[in-house]
């Protein structure tokens, strides 16, 4: 859209998916009010352009009752029941000390305050060193609560483990100032792909168009232009520019066959070593609410559970086979915005894509199965149980971006964002200029794994394109 308005005429997007949105996926299958599968707030309003644009459009949350959050230790309530394994209800109090603990120590993490010595150091191999010297850290209680802490936050890095984010290299994400949970309104997400949508000519999207492969620095002397797309099922499209937004997952699996000629050694370094995390949600929706009025959400505490560091070390050098108790991953079941008489469970790394190769009803088993042993109350089965699966997804293949330890991020987006042919590249100087350009959340350094992070992404290399025709006529 900003190409549009820039004045540009001839743009073909072409989606893989039978949809546009990629990792925005609203649906209604509770009828209907929307579920998102995907992306669900926008995180922080000062700066942002999607809280704006949602804004000017009318498209946010009005009535801040129904606006739900997820329950993370920087964003608990006292309507959070929390339960021990034993069944036993945790006294808020409890709860509260080791989060506001919890969220001391990783905004150290977030805020550069870390001193050299934890430069090599995984988030969880930091997180433990300074529990373990805080008078919270003696408690068994505390160590089962802040086990739970740093499950629930692996949903915020989309790690498998926090033992594989790097603790030093978090500084470099932005929070943008303002709310970090704004909600959409009954239109969800969809409605902001759409906005997006209609300022594009009839025809500009090409749904079901998986790309295959793009051949770029194509001989001046045989070919009108220099790049040539072409589509799994056959449709060649010959262009200037391409601007390649597929996530890095995809990239990871499928860059080395996609470029002809290869890609840099930098960039295929950058798309090696970025993470690329699986989370996912499980939605139960019931005929009838089972849960207490006032609670927002019933949370998951294990006597040992897989982020407690000797059993993730355990289970990393082959001990116990961690596909047998995939359910314990799970952090907790939070009420659902809209749906009364839903819950949304939320599950990360290799046991989410463990469970992505389950059926509904065993996983739906599971999630009963663990509500009644937790809480005691009388669960009954759910009317419908619907996951997302974003790790087998493939034009997908995981969910966002995340710094693992030793890896320098802001390098590496960098490397990701930067566009062919890169200027440095005497081999190809004297081509012409932009011809392959990535954009998409991984190619940000400081708003990765947001939608205003893609967002901003996709401005950026329309703006580069723009700023490469200046004043020329753009008729041609
Ligand atoms: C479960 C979950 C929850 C999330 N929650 C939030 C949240 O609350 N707030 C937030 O800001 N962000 C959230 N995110 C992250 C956010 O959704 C993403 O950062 C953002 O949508 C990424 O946009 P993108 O354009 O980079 O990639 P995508 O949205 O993934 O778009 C890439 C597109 O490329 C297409 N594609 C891939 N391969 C090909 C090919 N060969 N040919 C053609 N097309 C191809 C894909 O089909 C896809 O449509 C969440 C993500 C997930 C998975």
């Not at 996530?247 to 990871?252: D, I, M, S, T």
């Amino acid at each position: 859209s900003t190409l549009v308005k820039a004045g540009f005429q001839h743009i073909q997007v072409l989606e893989a998916m039978s949809r546009p949105g990629g990792r925005v996926h609203t649906t209604r299958p509770f009828g209907q009010d929307i579920i998102e599968l995907g992306a669900n707030w926008i995180h922080g309003q000062e700066g942002n352009p999607l809280f704006h644009l949602a804004r000017e459009r009318g498209l946010l949350l009005e009535e801040s009752g129904s606006a739900k959050t997820m329950c993370l230790p920087g964003s608990l309530t006292p309507n959070n029941y929390f339960f021990e394994e034993s069944g036993r209800q945790l006294p808020v109090d409890e709860v509260d000390q080791v989060c506001a603990f919890f969220r001391g120590v990783t905004s150290k993490a977030f805020g550069s305050e870390l001193e050299p010595s934890h430069s090599a150091q995984s988030l969880g191999g930091y997180l433990d060193q300074e529990f373990a010297q805080s008078p919270l850290g003696a408690s068994k209680v505390g160590q089962r609560i802040f086990e739970w802490c740093k499950r629930s936050e692996c949903t915020d890095e989309a790690s498998s483990s926090l033992y594989e984010v790097s603790a030093v290299q978090l500084c470099h994400y932005v929070a943008l100032e303002g709310g970090f949970f704004n909600c959409l309104g009954p239109g969800g997400y969809q409605a902001l792909v759409d906005t997006l949508l209609d300022s594009l000519a009839p025809g500009s999207v090409l749904c079901d168009r998986p790309v295959h492969s793009i051949h770029w620095a194509l001989e001046e002397e045989r070919h009108a232009h220099p790049v040539s797309v072409r589509c799994r099922a056959g449709q060649c499209f010959n262009v200037d520019h391409v601007i390649v937004t597929v996530p890095l997952g995809f990239l990871k699996e499928n860059a080395t066959a996609m470029f002809e000629p290869a890609l840099p050694v930098s960039k295929a370094s950058a798309i090696e070593s970025l993470g690329f995390g699986t989370v996912d949600k499980i939605y139960l929706r019931f005929e009838k609410r089972f849960w207490p009025d006032d609670c927002d959400g019933i949370q998951l505490v294990w006597d040992a559970g897989p982020e407690d560091e000797k059993v993730y070390r355990y289970s990393q050098s082959g001990g116990g086979d961690w596909r047998d108790t995939w359910y314990k991953k799970i952090c907790g079941f939070d009420t659902v915005a809209r749906h009364p008489t839903v819950l949304c469970g939320w599950i990360t790394g290799r046991e989410a894509q463990h469970m992505a190769g389950l059926d509904e009803k065993t996983v739906g088993e599971a999630c009963v199965r663990l509500l009644r042993s937790f809480t005691g109350w009388l669960v009954p089965e759910p009317a419908q149980v619907l996951m997302s699966r974003w790790g087998s997804e493939p034009f997908v293949r995981g969910s966002y971006t995340y710094p693992p330890p030793g890896v320098d991020a802001v390098r590496e987006h960098n490397a990701l964002a930067a566009p062919l042919p890169l200027p440095s590249d005497a081999a190809h100087s004297q081509e012409k200029p932009l011809q392959v350009l990535f954009a998409g959340e991984a190619t940000h350094a400081n708003f990765y794994t947001t939608t205003h992070g893609a967002y901003i992404t996709g401005i950026r290399e329309a703006q580069r394109i723009i700023d490469l025709y200046g004043d020329k006529k753009l008729d041609s």
